[in-house]
């Protein structure tokens, strides 16, 4: 597919071989349309074709973005069509929507339909087309319907054609050929609502527990002592023989406290400064206080070709502390940062990208800023994963990797990274949206995404609010290795006599075609004290036969006692699902 798409490329630079081109072009998408109407197979072509993603993306933009194309099916079993039955097509997409051809027997008559499907939809989705059926006749004129037809959850249908039966399967009629019967439909998408790109699961969904408002945390009240001391949070020790002077507001001229521009070159609004106190650098970085004390030296580069290096080492001079140039290239950190500082508090709360919260962390660790870190860390923390600001998250966790300390905070965040990837694409048509508006713009992002979706190993999290009685619950369900895991918890089906008294938790995993796996695990519930109950566990899934396959895999007696530390606050358990070793027996590298 990809080949033919990369040649038919190469064609259009000729003048001769345009219209190839476009033929070609044409039956790429074609075939695409009726292809990739399954996540599974998305995945698995996507990841097999990473290293050529600006070609894969195309294919995924013309499903997506391109509001008509033509549709056609052969019906070779249509003698399987009997009284009160549909029978019908594939699902193609078009519009980032699905789309059915139906054929059904109804009262005597062959009835021709179109169907639409938009498998996230929000309640109130709709679709405005302008639509034309055409059902094929070799010996006299195709029959054709044109209807400008609005589609919506209420109303997926319209009908578009009504032959009597005998006239159609009379072979005089010329409806049949060689037991086949070919239908067309050109459909053109006007208007379309309600179409997620992302569906949008909370990470509550899956335990991280972000419903912790934001908190100003309480620092040391600064008592004006005769000596007019100031707070001193990340003050090192003071050096007799190089005193760093100590500003008393109420008395001291602001002669003795210049001030100091901090410059940073941003990428996107170029040199940028930000105006603070020196005695603000003082008495919050250790690193500034030693650069404004008066043994802060540096050495003095050769001036000349003739000026050796030897003879350099004599010549020194003070740093220009009136002009700072800091180490960092994200002017809205510093900003922030340091209107924190200064005492705009609130400067941190309307924050709402990763990004900038790792550069303020950097800013912290590079020049030994200790206050802020917790307030940052507690923004990371309960910041809202969204669309709009994963790319931030991504780059924001490679800053993390960089810091050596935050560690913790880096796997925290990575874990709900992984998650809420895992979550809001688990459908071909999220998954066709995020290739079409996101290859482009973020060609990493994609990357990371489609590694994580083919992971063999990991940790998967799940969580279940439950109502009075525990009756049985299924959490959202998580892509993983190609597979959709979820877990099913709840009473089981035992005597009501004994259903109180047990809980029966199963793992349950989904896939759109025929496969097996082989998996070893360590499943359990997450106890509210932060420790997992854990349960060792081998089992094999196959989708042979069964529509699902399901694992119980443990029972809990007594979960309501609060010695037993499982549920939480209105009645929800968390569930862990770390997943040591997956061994794909068949089926998942369908293309």
Known sequence: LIEVLEFSEEQQKSQKCQKLSKDLYEKVINFSRSNFASWQIIVNFVGKNLAKLEIVSKIFKALKLEPSATLAWNVDDIDKLSAEMKLPSHLFIVGNLGWKLVLCKESGFLEVWVECYNPNSQPEWSVQTEIKVKLFNYKALSHVKSINGKFCAGNNGHRFLSIRWKDFTNFEQGFIRNGKVK?????????????????????????????????????????????????????????????????????????????????????????????VRQSLLINESTYFKSMFSTNWKRMKLPSTPSETESESLHHHEEVNTTNIKLNCDNYNAVKILFDYLTGFKRSMEYVNQFEELTDMLWLCDYYDIQKPVPIIS??????????????????????????????????????????????????????????????????????????????????????????????????????????????????????????????????????????????????????????????????????????????????????????????????????????????????????
């Open 183 to 275: 239908v067309e439909a050109e459909i053109k998408v006007l208007e379309a609502h309600g179409i997620k790109d992302c569906l949008g699961v909370p990470e509550e969904s899956f335990g991280f527990d972000l419903s912790v408002p934001f908190i100003e945390i309480e620092e040391e009240q600064n008592n004006d002592d005769d000596d007019g001391s100031s707070s001193d949070v990340g003050k090192v020790a003071e050096s007799p023989v190089d005193p760093v002077p100590r500003l008393n507001r109420k008395s001291d001229s602001l002669l003795e406290d210049p001030a100091v521009v901090l410059t940073c070159q941003d990428p996107v609004n170029g040199s940028c400064e930000v105006l």
């Open 378 to 591: 507690h923004k990371i923390n309960t910041l809202r994963l969204t669309m709009k600001n994963l790319s931030s998250c991504k780059t924001a966790i490679g800053v993390l990797d960089r810091l050596v300390k935050f560690k913790p905070l880096r796997n925290q965040l990575m874990e709900r990274f992984k998650t809420f990837l895992r979550a809001n694409f688990a459908s071909w048509q999220t998954l066709v949206a995020f290739i079409a508006d996101t290859a482009d713009a973020d060609t990493a992002l994609v990357k990371i995404a489609f590694g994580v979706f083919l992971q063999n190993t990991g940790k998967m999290r799940f969580s279940i609010k439950f109502g009075e009685g525990f009756a049985r619950r299924e959490s959202a369900p998580l892509l993983f290795s190609n597979l959709l895991w979820s877990v099913c918890a709840g009473k089981p089906p035992l005597p009501a006599s004994m259903q109180d008294d047990f809980f029966g938790l199963h793992l349950k995993c989904q896939g759109d075609n025929k496969w097996s796996v082989k998996v070893d695990a360590t499943v359990g519930v997450l106890l509210t004290d932060g420790l997992y109950q854990y349960t060792k566990v081998k089992f094999n899934y196959d989708q042979t036969k069964t529509v699902h396959g399901k694992k119980k895999f443990m029972a809990v007696k007594d979960l309501t006692r609060p010695e037993k530390k499982i549920v939480r606050n209105e009645r929800t358990i968390h569930f862990g699902v770390n997943v040591d070793n997956l061994e794909i027996l068949s089926g998942l590298d369908k293309d």
